[in-house]
């Protein structure tokens, strides 16, 4: 049976069918949107986003229903996240999180004064230049920051408990990183007053890593510290391949490297204080003022020790170290 349909009908019909997407792009527009703004990658952080997603629904929005995510990743080119940053201002999101240190923080601080941004920053968020105060951070910028850089100085002291006769220290640093400055001042400090020889190794790309760790062999290292950084959280499965391969005992500043199958990590709970991002992103789109909401800081660091690891590198964990474990990996 042949359909006949007339000019009109015809044109009615096409009319209606070119609408269909712009009504779906209207209903979409309807939902604020958050941007996140990540130097990190999609694989490496979508734990962490499922976690920003429960704050969110504790806030009583969800996605899809009446929020809208829009992902920017800069997979470790620190250099990309001020275009990214410029994407979502000129998308005109409601609310920008960032994620992966201080640097996508501040470009997005850059790009915006009026757009309300939550960071997950990783040092003190007044020396590294974000806000003012930490009750009141004032503008348009609020957060939580885990002080992931500030225990440098106690990783170092906690490798030497590991590693007490160790003549040879080597630490793993990301130069390219914009706190490195600080991060290596405060290490290098550190070590002068432990008392302790440390030799610093420079990575900034995947093949860095790689002759870094050549170099450890070279140098019969007998101990290494991976310095906080995002970039090394991105590459945690070639760096803890490495350290195993190369039976380097190794200290790391978050939880997952030790999980991984690194061998200690030393840090606060990165989960708790991702779900305050999605706390904070939706009691702002509630009305609230960011900057009103004062920053969050850890108040417990976990130290995690993977006892497997440990048995395979033939490396036995000091007994008064492991007694202080938070979690023991077997």
Not at 225 to 236: G, I, Y
């Amino acid at each position: 049976m042949t359909l006949c349909i007339g000019r009109r009908e015809f044109i009615t019909l096409l009319s209606g069918a070119a609408a269909w997407p712009l009504a779906a792009s209207a209903q979409q527009r309807a939902f604020p949107v958050i941007g996140v703004l990540s130097s990190r990658s999609p694989a490496v952080d979508t734990a962490l986003i499922a976690v920003i997603r429960q704050g969110l629904i504790e806030t009583g929005f969800v996605e899809g229903q009446n929020v809208a995510l829009d992902y920017r990743w800069a997979e470790g080119r620190y250099d990309r996240l001020a275009g990214l940053a410029a994407d979502l201002v000129r998308r005109q999101v409601a609310v920008i999180i960032t994620m992966g240190g201080e640097a996508p923080a501040l470009a997005a601080k850059a790009a915006s004064a009026s757009i309300p941004i939550v960071f997950a920053g990783g040092t003190d968020p007044i020396r590294s230049g974000i806000v003012t105060s930490v009750q009141r951070p004032g503008g348009n910028i609020t957060g939580v920051s885990t002080l992931i850089f500030e225990l440098e100085p106690k990783r170092l002291g906690l490798l030497g408990e590991l590693r007490p006769h160790a003549r040879t220290t080597a630490v793993l640093v990301n130069p390219n990183y914009f706190y490195a400055e600080n991060q290596l001042s405060d290490i290098q400090t550190a070590a002068r007053n432990l008392g302790q020889e440390i030799t610093i190794l420079n990575a900034s790309t995947i093949s860095d890593i790689d002759a870094a760790f050549a170099r450890l062999v070279q140098m019969h290292a007998d101990a290494l510290l991976v310095a906080a950084d995002p970039f090394f959280f991105d590459r945690t499965a070639q760096v803890v391949v490495l350290a195993a391969r190369h039976a380097i005992p190794t200290l790391f500043s978050r939880r997952e490297f030790a999980a991984a199958g690194g061998l200690v990590s030393y840090g606060a709970n990165v989960n708790d204080s991702y779900r305050l991002i999605g706390v904070y992103a939706g009691r702002i789109l509630k009305g609230e003022k960011p900057g009103d909401l004062p920053i969050q800081l850890p108040t417990k660091f976990e130290l995690v020790i993977n006892l497997s690891t440990a048995k395979a590198l033939g490396f036995e964990v000091p007994p008064p170290v492991l007694a202080r474990a938070d979690e023991v990996i077997e």
